[in-house]
Structure formats: C-alpha cells, structure tokens
C-alpha cells in the first residue's frame, strides 16, 4: 500500500481569513493526501505541537496579516528544536516577492503566492517531502 | 536495511512512546496504522503493556457537536489531573484517497498541552465509522499511559457500530430535531450506547428529544443497567461534568458487574478473526496458481455456473489442502 502523504494546513498569526487555506485543504484532498486542518489564529508552538502529534510530511502555512517574515522562520525553528526538521514547510498567503529569498534562507522550502494553481502546490509538496 | 536495523529502530520507537516521547508515540502510530514494516514486531513489544486505559468511544450524527464534545471532555478529565490520547476519525474520499481531517479545529486548546494527544485519522476506505488502523492507534496511546483514550467515530448514521467493538464504554450524542420516535425505537446503532446525550440542549425541541430517548430506553436495552440520558451545550461545556462522572460511574458499574472482562474478550474475538481473515485474503491475492485459480471461480460466480457458497468452499479446501495459510 502506498503510504499516504499526511499535511498540517494552519494558520498563524491574527488575521481571520481563511478561505485560501481551505482551497489548498480542499486541493490536496483531492490530491489524494489526508489534510489535517487546524483553524485559526495558532501559535508557531501549537502548530509544531500538532505537527509531531499528526506525524504529518508537510506544514502548509497560510498567513494574510503579514506577520510572515516572523512567523514563518519560528515555525521551521520550532520543528528543527524538537527534532522534526525532516518536516517539509511551504508558505502561501499575501507574501511580497522581495520577502521570499529571506524565507527560503530561513528554511521554509517554497512559497506560493496568490495566483499559484492548487495543483502545482500539490505536486510540488509531493515530489519535495523528506521522508519516502 | 537489514533486519537486526529495523528491530533496533522499532524497539526505539516503542521504548521512546512508552516513556511517554510524544514523537514516539506520534511515529509508532504511523507504523501500526500503515501496517509498516516491523509493526508486527513493535505490537508484540508494547501489547503487554496495554489495557490500562480507559477507551471511551464518542458517535452520532455529523455535526452533532462530537469534536466540540470530546474538546471539553479532554478539558474536564485533564482537570481531574488524566493524562488524555484522542482518536478523531474523518472521511477519506473513496475517489481519490484523500481526506480533510477537521474534528482537531475544536480542540486547538489542547494543542500545547503536555497532557493531551489528538490524532486524527482517515477512514481510507474502511467503512463502520472508523478505520483499520484506529484499534492500532488506541493500543499505542494505551501503551503510552495515556488514562483515558477518546475515540470520536466519523459523523454516522443507523448502522455504523463498530465503535462498540473496541471501546469500553460508548458515549451515543443526539441532538434535537434529527426525527421522530421511531427513529428511536429501531435497532442499530441505538443499542449501543452505555450514556445517552442529547448536545445542543439549547436548541428547540431538547426536552422532547430527551423524554424519546427515555422512552425507548424503558421500553428494554441491552444491559441489566439502563443507561442514562444526560443533556448537554458543548459549546458552553454546561452538562460536561455531569457527562464525565456519569462516564466513571457506569465505567465502575461495567468493571465491577465483569462485564468489561466480557467486551474486552469479545473485542479480541473481533480482532483476531479479522487478522485471520485479512490473512486468508493475503493468501488469495498471491500471484500464481492460487490467484488464478480465484479469479476464475469469480468469473464462474459472474456467469452464475457456481453459486458464491460454492466458490468460497472450494477457495476455502484449497487453502486446507496446502497446508501453510
């Protein structure tokens, strides 16, 4: 049997806004992958917690507030601090292209911006996962 | 890698879950419910070991409030100082194999909490209200030392009983205005509860839903002891402490009458006879002879030249006459 690719879809930070995060939830389902959502306005710490209990390959962030630039970064720090950093961590959301390399460098492996179709989101965290 | 490896890496996982490392426990679950290479191993390293906890199984109708119920329940049992493992199980789409697993979206408090464990699980095609690998996963949070695990089935509708075949005790949730008494009265899934709760209590028509259920139950139900109906606002967790102690009250009652003994026989009954079947079934989907020897009697059956019976005793004298299943 083929191990299903499990993906924690959360968001961080303060803004209420969660309609892409479901459409992404919803896309990867269709993927064929077992979405855990989480809701609203998590903490980084709640968000690795529920990371380790779900044994998930991936963390999908989703963030409109522009909190990013911070809370992207404590999310992977989190996650290499209890020993999960072979979690793969993927951002989308109101992100500013300049705000991207900064990212990248701090560990979070890609960023999808507005426009992104679902499905190249999908395909990438497929082919991008650490553990086979 | 090689086979003394993966011994030493499953016993790792099992040493580091059953001292309570939460990505221990997180891992282990993964390997039983995949059926991953080495679980058998892992399952006879930590089965001794279980049996301690307390499974509480949570059904009823979709949107009935299950997630927002277990939620509190958690809450309220980690207040009386239970370490607390939760089992959310969700629908996988029959057509692409994925799932959005959403029952944790109501338990976010617990997210930092030492104390609590929440999984949750896809169906992935099981049907009956839970999945293969939910029994798996209860053993390893048992293991773990968790008090209480809470397993909150899929939103089910008449038939879907399964939770009955490994919890202790179930925790059956109504709410109002889902249908009349004769609704109530059939057999199914209304049989196996041990507490009664009608959620949403707030919601027009909870009293009448409550004298329903009452009803039926003085008409019979399955014990010697007649379960309760309790009343209950997950969203305000009014009724909740009176729902966990009427858990523990009847929990006793089921302990002390030996009746858990009996359940607890019968789960195993369950399981094994499934493995034994899951086995026999392994067998038959070999390639080779046998395989092809299987598809033809399937055709047979398709053509309607031998009846199922048939087919299946003649599959079944096959595997006899081998020997070695």
């Known amino acids: 049997m083929d191990r299903k690719i499990r993906v924690l879809v959360a968001k961080p930070g303060l803004d209420g806004h969660d309609r892409g995060a479901k459409v992404v939830a919803r896309a990867l389902r269709d993927a064929g992958m077992e979405v855990i959502y989480t809701g609203l306005r998590q903490t980084p710490e709640q968000i690795v917690s529920a990371a380790i209990q779900e044994d998930v390959d991936c963390v999908a962030l989703s963030i409109l507030s522009g909190a990013h630039n911070h809370l992207f970064p404590k999310v992977v720090d989190l996650l290499k601090e209890k020993g999960a950093d072979d979690v793969l961590v993927v951002g989308g959301g109101v992100i500013p292209d300049e705000d991207i390399p900064g990212l990248v460098a701090k560990g979070v492996a890609a960023v999808f911006t507005p426009g992104t179709p679902t499905t190249k989101t999908a395909e990438y965290i497929r082919e991008n996962i650490k553990r086979k | ?325």
């Open chain 2, 1 to 325: 890698m090689s086979q003394s490896d993966r011994a030493e890496k499953v016993r790792h996982l099992v040493d580091g879950a059953v001292a309570g490392d939460v990505r221990s426990v997180s891992r282990l679950i993964s390997l039983v419910e995949n059926e991953a290479s080495g679980y058998e191993e892992a399952y006879s390293m930590f089965y001794g070991r279980t049996g301690k906890a307390k499974v509480i199984g949570i059904t009823g109708p979709p949107g009935g409030g299950k997630s927002t119920l277990v939620d509190k329940l958690a809450s309220k049992l980690r207040q009386l100082g239970n370490r607390v493992g939760v089992i959310a199980v969700d629908p996988t789409s029959p057509f692409t194999g994925g799932a959005v697993l959403g029952d944790r979206v109501r338990m976010q408090r617990h997210n930092a909490d030492p104390g609590v464990f929440i999984r949750s699980m896809g169906t992935r095609g099981h049907l009956g209200g839970l999945s293969r690998g939910t029994a798996a996963a209860v053993d390893v949070l048992d293991a773990a030392g968790y008090d209480y695990v809470l397993v909150e089935t899929v939103g089910v509708g008449q038939s879907e009983i399964e939770i009955s075949s490994l919890s202790d005790l179930v925790v059956l949730l109504n709410v109002p205005g889902l249908g009349d008494e004769i609704q109530i009265i059939k057999a199914g899934i209304m049989e196996i509860g041990d507490v009664f709760v009608v959620n949403k209590m707030d919601r027009p028509g909870a009293d009448r839903t409550k004298a329903e259920l009452e009803y039926a139950l003085d008409l019979g139900h399955e014990l010697p002891r007649r379960p309760k109906v309790l009343m209950t606002n997950a969203e305000t967790s009014e009724g909740v402490a009176e729902l966990v102690a009427e858990i523990d009250d009847y929990y006793g009652w089921l302990r002390d009458s030996g009746i858990l003994e009996k359940r607890r026989a019968k789960h195993a009954e369950l399981v094994v006879t499934r493995m034994l079947a899951d086995r026999l079934m392994k067998r038959l989907g070999s390639e080779g002879e046998d395989g092809e020897l299987a598809g033809e009697l399937y055709v047979c059956v398709s053509r309607r030249l031998l009846t199922p019976y048939e087919a299946a005793e003649r599959i079944f004298k096959r595997i006899i006459e081998k020997g070695a299943i």
